[in-house]
Every structure is written in structure tokens, then in C-alpha cells.
């Protein structure tokens, strides 16, 4: 027997999801709301809805709307920095530096959402999960590359910190910046990033390639 037709107004039946089916929906659809309003913008209330659930049911997975951010951010810095630690698997100077470069372009380019949440107000969570502690770790891994190449070429190694600093902070701005303007294609940008850091102002390379070439 047909089931008799679907009253004017009624609401379809909702899909039943798992409980990890439902906690990676919210997550996903809290990801792109403290994306576009922010952390203190976003409600409990709009991620429920747009996720057709009580909110309660966003309480029971997470806590609160702390818990969920600090889930979102987590992720994403776990995403981050596994892409810069990867990036430093190459044995050349050169091409590491282009690597770590490379990289957070394309974690901007791939994940633009949550880039976002990083640069702007992760500072709501614990001191630790924040954009800058990130930073803070890929200048040290940073510094030990320069350490060595520094030794290698004779100059002095504990100035390492100081260069690799200058060279995160560079790539970060950098990336902030393409964020919005997407163009030149990023591969670009990192050779040109690289082309400053590595050659300076004096010795620039009029059309850089990645690959150290």
C-alpha cells in the first residue's frame, strides 16, 4: 500500500546518521560558521539548525560550543603541521625551505575555512592550540635546517633562530595574504617567497622556479 502523500508544510523524514556520522557532520557545518562569522558570532542555535538536530544533541557530542571549537581548531593544526613536517622530509636546504612554503599555500588553497579560524581567533582555546604556538614549532624545525647549513657554509649557527623566524613569519604574511588574492598561482608565490629568503634583495632571481634550480 502507497504511503499516503506528504502534507503541505511537513518536514521529509530526516536521515538517521550514526553517532560518528552525526559528530563529522557538526563538526563540518561548525567549521564553516566560525569560518565566516567567528567564534563569537556563531551559535549553538544556527549550527543545530543548519544540521536539523536539537541542541542538545550538539551538547552531548561536544559539551558546548568551546568544545566544538576547540575540536574544529585541533584539527586543523594537527592538518597544518602534519603537512609542514612532511615538508621537511627533503635533504636540500633549498628545496625544504620551498617545501615549508609550499605547503601552507596549499593548506590555505585546500582548506581555506579552516585557515581562516587559525589566523583570526583561535585564541579562545587553550593557549597551546593556537596558530602562533604552530608557527613557534615550524620556526624551531626550521632553525635546525638553517643551523646546519649554516655550519656548513661557516657562519655563525645560534643565528639560526633569528633567520628562521624571519622566514615563517615571511610565508605566513605571505599566505594571509593570498588568501584573498589567489593569485599568481601559489607554486609562484613560494618560488618568489624562497627567491627573497634565500637570494635577498641584492642577488633576486628575475623568474624563480621551485626546486632550487
Known amino acids: 500500500m502507497s504511503r499516503p502523500p506528504q502534507a503541505s508544510g511537513e518536514r521529509p523524514p530526516r536521515t ?3 553517532g560518528t556520522q552525526r559528530r563529522e557532520q557538526l563538526i563540518e557545518i561548525a567549521r564553516a560558521l566560525f569560518a565566516e562569522r567567528g567564534y563569537e558570532a556563531t551559535s549553538i542555535e544556527e549550527i543545530s539548525a543548519r544540521a536539523s538536530v536539537s541542541k542538545p544533541v550538539v551538547y552531548e557530542h561536544f559539551g558546548g ?3 566544538l571549537y576547540a575540536v574544529v581548531v585541533d584539527r586543523e593544526m594537527s592538518t597544518l603541521l602534519n603537512m609542514i613536517t612532511a615538508s621537511l622530509s627533503q635533504n636540500r636546504s633549498r628545496v625544504r ?4 612554503a609550499l605547503a601552507l599555500l596549499t593548506y590555505v588553497e585546500e582548506r581555506t575555512d579552516g585557515f581562516r579560524i587559525l589566523v583570526r581567533d583561535s585564541s579562545v582555546t587553550a593557549a597551546d592550540g593556537t596558530y602562533s604556538s604552530l608557527l613557534n614549532d615550524a620556526v624551531g624545525q626550521v632553525g635546525h635546517i638553517l643551523a646546519s647549513d649554516f655550519s656548513k657554509r661557516g657562519f655563525d649557527p645560534e643565528l639560526a ?3 628562521a623566524q624571519a622566514l615563517v613569519g615571511m610565508v605566513s604574511m605571505t599566505a594571509q595574504w593570498w588568501l584573498d ?3 599568481p598561482p601559489k607554486e609562484v608565490v613560494a618560488a ?4 627573497l629568503c634565500w637570494n635577498g634583495l641584492t642577488n633576486l632571481e628575475a623568474d624563480p622556479k621551485l626546486g632550487g634550480e
Open 16 to 18: 538517521r546518521m550514526t
Open 65 to 67: 560550543k568551546e568544545g
Open 97 to 100: 625551505v620551498e617545501r615549508v
Open 161 to 163: 633562530p633569528l633567520y
Open 181 to 183: 588574492e589567489r593569485t
Open 192 to 195: 618568489h617567497v624562497v627567491n
